[in-house]
């Protein structure tokens, strides 16, 4: 399974990317808030972000992971909100946090603590015998998807998973998503699953993680836009940090970005911020819905709304 630690240290160049937002980033984070404009203030949807709390003792930890493991140490929705109100996102898709497994507590905790602001993409054993009630009983809980995550490996077994089979059977009757934090190699095989499974909700993170070696890929975006051809796939333009040349304002992703609104169109865009991935190291939440809201000229008006907004709350709300 590909974790998020193996995502941080695939994409730290350097140095490592951990650690906790220091007081000159903090500054400009003020900064850039203050900059926005009121026109620029609408109510954005940030469609990718992981919550957790210090507290091990009411939500207690994956075998897999230690304390060690949670860094920052906390991030809580009102660690997040201070990043995401002053920019205008009203409205956040909660991934659950691998440190907690398929122990979805947390997330759904957040998510009733603060109603109409939170969606859900849970994590689920597809090898349990209780799946589809699982899923089905998420739904009712506000989760919209279900995080998958793959390799070339990894995702050439699907086709021989009876669990994963009814994982995405069930997903197409429910309207909840497969969310794929998948590597490039795997797109092929996510291909032959949206061609059997055609009336699934697709939704793959982080462009696929093209870039992360810290140049855009063009047989891997390919790969990726051959995905297009499916009504039912959705690309998240996401993690600005930890692709290209992992540096604000992320200009040089521009032209994966405009290949990707001419092959799916930009109602099946969606931004988002990757927090609290996004607020650490010198990296600012500002910057990520910026290099959207500001810095590409071939965006049309109408593909910003969707992006930053119309097409998660399609998908997740």
């Not at 497969?178 to 699934?200: G, H, I, R, W």
């Not at 990757?274 to 500002?286: T, W």
Request: with cysteine; net charge neutral; aromatic share 10%.
């Amino acid at each position: 399974m590909i974790s998020r630690r193996d995502f941080i240290q695939t994409a730290t160049v350097g140095g490592s990317l951990i650690g906790t937002m220091g007081l000159s980033a903090l500054w400009s984070e003020t900064a850039n808030a203050a900059a926005v404009s009121a026109s620029q203030k609408s109510e954005w949807i940030d469609a990718h972000v992981h919550v957790w709390t210090p507290d091990i003792k009411k939500y207690p930890l994956s075998d897999s992971y230690k304390v060690s493991d949670m860094a920052p140490p906390s991030f809580t929705p009102e660690e997040l909100f201070a990043h995401c109100k002053p920019q205008g996102v009203t409205k956040v898709v909660l991934i659950q946090m691998s440190f907690y497994g398929f122990d979805n507590q947390y997330m759904l905790d957040c998510m009733e603590k603060h109603p109409g602001v939170f969606s859900g993409v849970a994590i689920v054993d597809e090898n349990k015998p209780d799946l589809k009630m699982t899923m089905s009983s998420l739904g009712k809980k506000g989760v919209r998807g279900f995080r998958l995550y793959t390799d070339r490996d990894k995702a050439s077994q699907w086709k021989d998973s009876a669990g994963m089979k009814e994982m995405w059977r069930h997903a197409a009757e429910t309207g909840q998503s497969m969310c794929l934090l998948a590597n490039p190699d795997a797109l092929p095989f996510v291909n032959s699953m949206c061609e059997q499974y055609p009336k699934t909700r697709v939704v793959v993170d982080h462009f696929a993680r093209i870039g992360v070696s810290g140049t855009i890929d063009k047989a891997a975006l390919d790969d990726l836009c051959r995905l297009a051809k499916y009504d039912n796939v959705f690309v998240k333009t996401s993690a600005f940090y930890a692709l290209g040349k992992k540096k604000a304002p992320y200009q040089d992703l521009g032209p994966m970005i405009q290949r990707l609104v001419k092959e799916f169109g930009a109602k099946r865009l969606m931004w988002a911020s990757d927090c609290p991935y996004q607020v650490v190291e010198g990296h600012n939440y500002a910057n990520s819905i910026g290099l959207i809201r500001d810095q590409l000229d071939f965006l049309t008006s109408e593909d910003k709304q969707w992006m930053l907004r119309g097409t998660a709350e399609r998908v997740f709300f």
